[in-house]
DNA sequence: TTTAATCCCTAGTTGTTTACTAAGGAATCA
DNA sequence: TGATTCCTTAGTAAACAACTAGGGATTAAA
């Protein structure tokens, strides 16, 4: 039940262009090198942001990325999801995965349980947004760590 | 930030144990059919669920497992933990690990994030026990599947 | 117009984890 | 005594995670 570090570093990146938003495009370098996080790796977290509209990139030199909109309107749950697929304990609370996972005609006991967990994680990741990480790193930035997010492991 | 099949196949002999409770032990090779489970992983799980006092053996021929206490003061969260360990989305976010995971001095934008994220779940999986899955089962058997559960992926 | 910076894509690699299978010992009932 | 059952450990094949590596495309600046 453990998250990978496509999610966590990617989460990581976000708040980091948050960080800068409205600041024109900032380069995957920079990124990589306040959350240290290797380039090459981050460059293939990136692609699928890019991909689902969460960022939008500007190419060649001085190029680099920046949201696509306010922070305020991009939630962690949006990040994660694209980065980890759905937050979900098992497959089979999946909607639009396919039909071979178990016969989903009939009612389950164990599936209202993984469909409860389910919607607990989701309720939570969709409220949470990069404006609300912005908001609570500006309040408590006397207490912050040494970089900008630690390595949460 | 799948279950494992540790999990989900101990989740589902659990919930065979509470529907024979009260009718002394019960075989793990019982439970394996019932459950289309091989016994010799079962026996892996069965093992934590003992030795955390979940479940009680009784050695020998017409041995078997039987539940330690009632199905309603069993909860879902005290199998799940037992065998997954933490249903937490990071390391960091469990108390009792290792100093090494990062730096816990300070204060961490996405921590609070996984934090709020394990407290959903631990809420949901530590309100559900056994007996509500019983009850669950029972007013729904009408529309039940064929197995006693789904091979919930 | 060249150079450097940057995005973009794909393939390969290494180590870990998962999900078992297999096998044999210990206890107990018939 | 033998069948049945719990109990434990070791091994293994496949999948996955977490990268590394390398090269092509694009563009700003020198």
């Given at each position: 039940m453990k998250l990978s570090t496509r999610g966590r570093y990617g989460l990581k990146a976000m708040f980091d262009l948050a960080l800068y938003y409205g600041e024109g495009p900032i380069s995957l370098t920079n990124i990589a090198e306040r959350q240290a996080i290797s380039v090459n790796y981050l460059e293939q977290l990136i692609s699928p942001l890019r991909k689902a509209g969460l960022v939008e990139s500007v190419r060649g030199a001085q190029g680099g990325y920046m949201l696509?909109?306010?922070?305020?309107?991009?939630t962690v749950g949006s990040i994660l999801t694209t980065l980890?697929?759905?937050?979900?304990?098992?497959?089979?609370?999946?909607?639009?995965?396919?039909?071979?996972?178990?016969?989903?005609s009939g009612y389950c006991v164990t599936k209202v349980i993984y469909e409860k967990i389910y919607e607990s994680i989701t309720s939570v990741v969709n409220s949470i947004t990069l404006q609300h990480m912005i908001d609570d790193y500006e309040q408590n930035q006397g207490q912050m760590i040494v970089h900008t997010i630690c390595e949460c492991k």
């Open positions: 696509s909109r306010t922070p305020g309107t991009i980890e697929g759905p937050l979900a304990p098992t497959d089979c609370v999946v909607i639009d995965s396919g039909d071979d996972l178990c016969d989903q």
